[in-house]
């Protein structure tokens, strides 16, 4: 399994990004997959998990600004980052889970990551 990362960029605060990944590989498509982050100087933290029956965890920072979705079809998880603020600027990385029930935004329970893609608001 392997996830691949797309649609990170620059933006101003108050700006919006989509964040899009596939996960090649991956072929129960109930299994949980999430977004992490890793800013300047800090350690990787959970930002949002989905798992196949569209249920969803959100970390406080980015509730009611950010909506994690997944296409099953499609194999594909999207993060939607509005109201960007300075403080969102970090490397995101995909991640997936063998777990198919909603796995808890922590590092240990995600088996396969990208390799991440960029946001900067500025």
């Known amino acids: 399994v392997q996830p691949v990362e797309s649609g990170g960029g620059s933006v101003e605060a108050g700006g919006s990004l989509r964040l899009s990944c596939t996960a090649s590989?991956?072929?129960?498509?109930?299994?949980?997959m999430a977004w992490f982050r890793q800013g300047p100087g800090k350690g990787r933290e959970g930002v949002a998990s989905?798992?196949?029956?569209?249920?969803?965890t959100y970390a406080d920072s980015v509730k009611g600004r950010f909506t994690i979705s997944k296409d099953n079809a499609k194999n594909t998880l999207y993060l939607q980052m509005n109201s960007l603020k300075p403080e969102d600027t970090a490397m995101y990385y995909c991640?997936?889970?063998?777990?198919?029930?909603?796995?808890?935004?922590?590092?240990?329970?995600?088996?396969?990551w990208g390799q991440g893609t960029q946001v900067t608001v500025s």
């Open positions: 989905m798992n196949g029956y569209a249920e969803a």
């Open positions: 991640a997936a889970s063998p777990y198919g029930y909603l796995v808890p935004l922590k590092e240990s329970y995600f088996q396969w």
């Open positions: 590989g991956l072929t129960d498509r109930r299994h949980s």
